[in-house]
């Protein structure tokens, strides 16, 4: 991950996106590219990565405008899938969240929260 890279202003991210930004940011700051990027265990645990086709994938929900072409984020490898012109679900492999973090016409991203049995 570039740990130059700062979060756009312009995008509201929800605080558990900025918790798994700042703690990817920490992690890799003595990488210089994130594709050989294995993740602690802490960080697994902590934001519910998951290892889907040898790829570290973490979800959630983008809110976008009606001009974002979802297209352009697809193929870069992040899943998209759309409920209506502003709500989309994504599945970003965790060396593309600099990627989705700037991508345009996107107004707000959320990561997913598990949800657990009781």
């Not at 519910?48 to 983008?62: A, C, R, S, T, V």
């Amino acid at each position: 991950m570039n740990t130059s890279a700062i979060l756009p202003e312009s995008v509201h991210f929800s605080a558990r996106f900025k918790m798994l930004w700042n703690d990817l940011s920490k992690e890799t700051k003595h990488f210089e590219n994130i594709d050989s990027y294995i993740p602690s265990k802490d960080i697994i645990n902590k934001h519910q990565i998951k290892l889907q086709n040898g790829q570290y994938i973490f979800k959630g929900y983008l809110h976008t405008t009606p001009l974002f072409d979802k297209h352009g984020l697809e193929k870069s490898g992040i899943q998209i899938t759309s409920y209506n012109d502003s709500l989309n679900v994504f599945s970003c492999p965790l060396n593309k969240i600099v990627t989705i973090a700037n991508y345009p016409e996107i107004t707000s991203i959320e990561t997913s929260r598990p949800i657990f049995k009781r």
